[in-house]
Structures are given as C-alpha cells and as structure tokens.
C-alpha cells in the first residue's frame, strides 16, 4: 500500500529527472538516464526478489540479451522502436522459459542457478560471433540528431519505462497477484495449500522481473551505440540492482525507486572522488546496508528516530 | 445413501520400499464428523497428503463430488473444497491474522476482490474468536490461537470437506474443550469433518463414525464404541501381548 | 591431440579444481552461505605465493602454510566479525553480504597487487610418459592437490574439530545442546574454507598465471564443482572437480577451447534442474 504523499513524491521526482535536459549539463542528463535505467531494473527485480522473495540473481541476463536483441535486430534494418519491441518479447518468452525449469529450485539453488544462467548467456553471446559479433562487440546505427536532442530523447524513453515499472508495482501490490506473491514470499507450501497456483504465480512475477530489462536493455543499446558481451552481461549489474532495491526496501512500491536514488547519487559521488577505491566503497555499502538497514530506507521508523533524538535532547540536560 | 463426498479406493502410497499407505478404502457422507486414529507412524498424515494432492499415489483412486481427482495439485484440492489444517500451523508469519485469513478467501474460496476477501476474512476471524486481534502478525499469536487461525483460514476457503490434522496437539484441556466446540459448530454448517488424532477422548466425543490405521492399512471401520472394542484395534495400540492379557482378564 | 594426453590434462585440472572447491562446498554445506569472496581468496593465495617468491625469494612449497594459516586468519575474522551476525538470514542477506566483502577485498588486491597476471615459473622440467606430455610442476600442483584435499577428509573424519564441524552440519541445535560453540566452529568452517582456496589458488599460480580478472571464473567453477559433485562433501568435491576438469578438457577438443567454460555451465544449469543434490549426494559432511 502506497500513500497519497509516495505518490506525489515519486510524481515530483520524475519531473525532477525529466526537465534535467533544460537546466543541466550532459554529465547530468547521463546520470538522470542512468538512474532511470537502474530504477526500471530494480522495479523489475523487485517482482520475484521483493514480492516473491526468490534470490533472483539473473537481471544481467535479461538486460544483456534485451540490448542484444535489441542491437541485432536493428543492424538488420529493423527501425529502432520496433527492434525494443522484439526485445522485450524475445526476453519475456526468455523468461517464461527459463522461470518454468529454474523456479523449481529454491534458496540456494535457485540463487545459483539464476547466476548461472547470466553466465551461459554471455559465454554464449561472446562466442557466438556470426551473430553478436563475439567479443568485438557489436555497433548499433546511432540517432543522426544533435546530441542534446539524442540525450533527451533517451531521458524520456527511459523515464517512461520507469513510470510504466512503477505503475505495474502499484498495480500487483494491490492485486490478487501481489498477494498471493507475498503469500508465497512467507510460506510457499501454505500458499499450495490455501489455493495459490505457485508455479504460475512465480513465473509471472520472474517474467515480470524480465521483460522491462529487456526493453532497458534495448533502449541502452540503441543509446550508447555500442555493446560487447563482458558490459553486457555484468556480473556487478546483477548484484547491484537487488542491493538498490534492498537498499529502498524489497516488496514496497517505492522502494526500489527510493534506493536506486539514493545508490547512484552516492556512486556519483564515489566515482568522482575516489576513482581507485570505487568498488570497495560500494562493498562497504552492502556492508552497511546490511547490518543497519535490514528493512531499507522506507522502512526505518523516522518518527521513532526523531522522538529518540528530542528525548535525548530533553534528557540530556546537566546533571 | 447416495450422498457420499469423498471417496478413497484402493489407495496406497509406497515411499522408496516403504508402504506408508496400503489399501485403504473409505468414503465420508455430505456432513458427518469422522475420526481417524491410529498410533503414531501409522500414515495418517500422509493419507491426508495424499488426499489433497501433496503427495500422489502410488496406486488407487480418489473420487470427490463424482470426480476423479487423483492427480490434482494441491492449489486445485483447495479451490475444489478440500481444505486441511496442519499438525504443525503453517501461518504467513509476518502478515496480519486478517490478511492470513483473506489469502485463504481470495485463493481458495470464490474468486472475489482483495477488500471482499477481507470483509469475508472478518467473519471468520470472529466465528473462531481472533476477531479481536485481527491486526497483529500471525507470528505474535500463542498456540492455540495459531490452531484457530488455521481453522479461519481453512473455512475461509469455503470448504466442503476439512480435514483437521492434529488440531488439539499441544493444548490443555480447557482448550480442547473449546476447540471441540468449534469443530461441532463447523459441522453445523453441512461441512463434512475428517477428525485426525490420537486423542481418543477428543475423537469418542464428537465422531459419528471411527476409522483405524494400522502399518498404513485400514483396520476397522465402523460405530466409534464398537470400533474401540475391535479386538484388531486393541490390538494395534496395546500390542498383542497386553490385548491377550486385557481379553483373558475380560473372561475370567 | 590424442585421448591420453586430453585425458592427463583434465585429470591435473580436474584435482587444482577439487582443491578450489572444496572449501566453498564446505562453507555452503555448514554454513548454508554462499560465499562470494571464495574466488578472491583463491587469487590472494596465488598472489601472496607469487609476491612472496618474486621479491623475496621464498619457495612456493614454504610458502603454502604460510598461505594456509594467513587466509585462515582472514577468514575467521571476517565470520567471526561480519557473517555470523546474518548466518540464518535468507541466501539474500548472505550472498549479498559476502559479495560487498569480496568487493572490497577485491578493491583492495587491484590497488596493491595490480590486476597483471602472475604466474611462479619453476622451470622442473617434464616427464613424458607413453607420449603424454607433462610439465612437472603440473604434476607437484596435482599431487599437492590432492594431498590437501585428502588432510581436509581426514580432518573432517578423524578430528575433534572435524567431527564438531560435522554435527554442526547435521543440526545445530542439537550440537549447541552437545556443548559446541555453533558460532566458533562457524567462523573455524569459514576459516578452513579460505584456507584450502588461498592454497589452492597458490598451487595454480605454480600452473597458470593467476589475476584479478579471473575471481570471477573460479568462483564460477567452485559452483560447477559443488553442484557436480553435490554439496558439502570431500568426496564429492573431488568427483565434481575431476568431472569438470574432464568436461572442460574434452569439451576443449570437442568444441573448441573457447566454449569449455560455456559447456561446464550447461552441465551445471542441467544437474541443478534434473539432480540438485550433485552426482553423489551424500547427506553428511564426511
């Protein structure tokens, strides 16, 4: 259940993000398309890691073979809009697919084996070089507009993604679906029991969790112009999608919003100051996020917090 | 009488060499209250599995409302009206006792919206007495509260037959006395009642009719006083020796 | 390249692969943590081998206990301090967590070690026996191998440490009520299970050139290994090791070197759905 203020919130936020194009520089623009990108990846995650509470560790996979698809088609002529089409269809039929045999596995099979799968896809994609141009990589026709214009363009496409994420998070947590998710998420053989069709219900949320990574996957594609297998299919990307949707709150609705906000401002911030230690201060993100925020950032009590802090300051009179 | 519910033929279930169910056939009557008993390891449990497609059989039929329903998924068994509590509760632990209720309303009863499912969700809660703590997670409740949760939750899925795994383990006296008083008024509703336990005091009180497992076959089958005075059942849960010896004290 | 000589390669490959994976099938099977940092550990063993040889001199074959006891150490601490906090949280919490440790430990190898790959060249000469070619260092990584894959098994049977390690495993509840400090033999499992990666990964760097690049792979093969072979067990790590040391060379020829790595994935991906409990599926850690 969402507030009227999330709501607004999260409203502002995308106006925020999208009017970046009138007022800031193109490092900006980037960042506000990058943290577009991410909140569609972690939306999507949140369908079978949050709701569900399956260790899904496979949002690579989508995403690599979304900007695959994607690419591929478009190098044969395919226009650009239709090639995000047959990506996000080829990575839902993907995931159906996939999510029939793997969804079987629990905990620490399913983890692994949804680790797995990013690997096959890119050993396959990087050897496969008739196709997907192997490890060369592959070159996506570029939009021939000024780059403004292009960095625009982009900023939108993916903010519609990201509103369309967020409308179907609304949507399922509100629906029979999230709730027998949820149902399945705490108890799966009580779910069975209580009359939840789990197979069914899992592999919707894990095409779910696919099918707008493919599309973003595409669109990135189609933006940066280039991909190659090892950018493609990151391992990274798929650890860092669940830890910003951990890091807001797995199976909220904004939370995965509200953490990938937070992650990429803090790797801006990062990345700009201390290039060398970049991946450990994420590690020691995790870390943290770990320890001392279990539930996410919508989850921690503010009130309490701010009632703790004036009764400290009433208490903290001299003796 | 042509108004049986449910019936068994010739079901076994063989685990690896074991049989844990072998044979057994009975049927259960729209409405009727009946015990099923044995001692421990017996196959009980697992003949409920098997009724509700948690486990398949090995061999044999299940029939229920005329239909062959041997191969059903255990979401299936639930939303045709077969619904069951666990020996040990099964809660979803970190929602609230009326959500746990509605899960049970909005998936295994009549399709309907989550808010209907909630409204329904309190009529049950209040029928079993958890009305008032509707709210709390079902992980804060004490035991034999979480047994009335798991009674709520199976009603809620408007069942024709329930079948009630061990719903009295664990509790005192006082506290059966009350869940007996339930489960007679569930079978005021026309709910036909499959009454797991090894109480006997539990199940001589309110079954209309007793069947006995023994090694997974069915021993007796019939009126509860004369099934407990089948020498086969004495049998089962004193042992030979100490049934012989019961038997010759009864002559002598 | 004939079948003998495919076959002596996947069997080297196939005992370093053993050695690499069993510590991690160790702290899977007990510890129920899937522990991203095991390919770091594993090429902190073959740097620390390799740094220790390059500038100070010392052999690698001293250097091995020193490896040992070092990511041991490491180890110890970091379930001691970090993981046992979160030991029963979901796979979620755990893998999560030992991934963000591995970056930094990761982090920390690329600033101070470079990601260069580095490779200890003894130059020991080789053997050839009935036309199979076999570089003797090859043959010491082996037999080394092995060897400590067989002190871990009789350490897990004959041990004091090994036997609490093992009713740990079973349940460990009833081993706390035996008197056992679930979290001390924790933190020891996790200690022993870097202690065979580092060493293993020491015993590649005499093999092959190890770098930062290649956390990834091992960590990888450690989970071909474990599901292969089934989890937490010695012996299983060893079928699954010489398994997937046998496919990957096979598969080599068969396929062409590039898709070996792809191929042993497959064979993961299919066990995992038809046979999760691994080619042995033995129940307790022994």
Known sequence: MMSRLGLALFALWIVVLATTPFYADNSIVRTAIMLAMYSVLAFSWNFIGGFTGYPSFSTAAFFGLGSYAGAIAQTHGVPMGFAWVIATVFVAAF?????????????????????GVVEVCRLVVSSWSGVTGGGNGLNVPLLMWA???????????????MVIAFALTAFVDNHRLGFGLKCIRQNEDAADMVGVNTTFYKVSAYILSAFLCGTAGAVYASWIGYIDP?????????????????????????????????????????????????????????????????????????????????????????? | MSNEILRLEAVSKAFGGIRAVNDVSFDLRQGEIVGLIGPNGAGKTTLVNLITGVHRPS???????????????PYMAARSGLARTFQIVQPFPEMSVLDNVAAGALFGGDPEGLTEAREHAREHLAFVGLDKIADQPASALTLPNRKRLELAKSLAMSPKVLMLDEVNAGLNTGEIDAALDLIRAISDRGITIL???????????????LLVLHHGALIADGEPTAVVNDERVVEAYLGEKFAKRLKEAGHA | MDLGQVLANGIVLGALYACLAVGFSLVWGVLNVINMLHGSFIILGGYLTFFAWHLFGVHPLLMLPVVGALLFCLGYFLQAVFINKVVTAPVLTTLTLTFGLDMILYNFMTVYFSATPRQVTLDLGSIDLFGIYLPNERLLGMALALLLTGLLFVTMRSSSIGRAIVAVRMDRFAAALMGIKVNRIYAITFGIGALMAGTAGALFALVYPVTTNLTGIFLGKAFVVCVIGGLGSVPGALVGGLALGLIESISGVVFGPQH??????????????FRPTGLVGVKGYE
């Open chain 1, 147 to 161: 780059p403004d214009t292009v960095g625009a363009f982009f900023l939108w496409v993916m903010l519609g993604l």
């Open chain 1, 230 to 319: 090892t950018d493609s299919f990151q391992i990274l990307l798929t650890v860092k999608v669940p830890v910003m949707a951990l890091l807001g709150g797995a199976g909220t609705v904004l939370g995965p919003a509200v953490g990938t906000a937070a992650f990429v401002v803090m790797e801006e911030f990062v990345w700009a100051n201390f290039l060398n230690w970049n991946r450990a201060i994420l590690g020691i993100i995790i870390v943290v996020l770990i320890f001392f925020l279990p539930g996410g950032l919508l989850k921690i009590s503010y009130r309490r917090m701010i009632n703790r802090l004036k009764g400290r300051e009433s208490a903290g009179a001299p003796v």
């Open chain 1, 95 to 115: 995931a159906a697919g996939l999510g029939m045999i793997l969804l079987r596995l629990r905990g620490h099979y399913f983890a692994i084996g949804s680790i």
């Open chain 3, 260 to 273: 070996s790595l792809t191929v042993g994935f497959v064979v993961m991906l299919v066990l995992l759905v």
């Open chain 2, 195 to 209: 009454i797991i336990e090894h109480l006997m005091k539990v199940v001589m009180t309110v079954s209309q009719r």
């Open chain 2, 59 to 73: 061999s044999g039929k299940v029939i229920f409302q005329g239909d062959d329903v041997t191969r059903q998924k």
